[in-house]
C-alpha cells in the first residue's frame, strides 16, 4: 500500500517557476514508476512527466519539454516536479501517481493516487 500527498502548488505568473513535491508513505515506493499528471477544467487527465523505479529514465510530454524536470529520491520517498517558464495553459491540478509500468499515459495502469495540488498561471 503507498499513500501519496502533493505540495507545492500555487498562483504563479507566467514565465515563473513552482516545484510540486509528492511524498509517499508505504515500504515499496522504490519499486513504483512514479507519474505526473494534470488535468484541466473540462479535459482529460494527461500524463506530464514520468520517472523508472530507480530515477534513471524520465519521460516528458512534447508540451513541457525544456521546462519541466522530474527527479525522485527512495531514501526519503519522494518525487518532484520541477517546473519552469511555466505558461497559462500549465494551468491545472497535477496529481502524482505510482504504477508498475514507467510512462505509460493510460490512468487505469496506475495503482496509487495522490490529492491532486492546483497550479495557477497567470497572464
Known amino acids: 500500500q503507498v499513500q501519496l500527498v502533493e505540495s507545492g502548488g500555487g498562483l504563479v505568473q507566467a514565465g515563473g517557476s513552482l516545484t510540486l513535491s509528492c511524498v509517499a508513505s508505504?515500504?515499496?515506493?522504490?519499486?513504483?514508476?512514479m507519474g505526473w499528471f494534470r488535468q484541466a477544467p473540462g479535459k482529460e487527465r494527461e500524463l506530464v512527466s514520468a520517472i523508472t523505479w530507480s530515477g534513471a529514465d524520465t519521460w516528458r510530454a512534447d508540451s513541457v519539454k525544456g521546462r519541466f524536470t522530474i527527479s525522485r529520491d527512495n531514501t526519503k520517498n519522494i518525487v518532484w516536479l520541477q517546473m519552469n517558464s511555466l505558461r497559462p495553459e500549465d494551468t491545472a491540478v497535477y496529481y502524482c501517481?505510482?504504477?508498475?509500468?514507467?510512462?505509460?499515459?493510460?490512468?487505469?495502469?496506475?495503482?496509487?493516487w495522490g490529492q491532486g495540488t492546483q497550479v495557477t498561471v497567470s497572464s
Open positions: 501517481a505510482a504504477g508498475r509500468d514507467f510512462g505509460t499515459t493510460s490512468t487505469s495502469r496506475y495503482d496509487y
Open positions: 508505504g515500504r515499496t515506493f522504490s519499486q513504483y514508476a
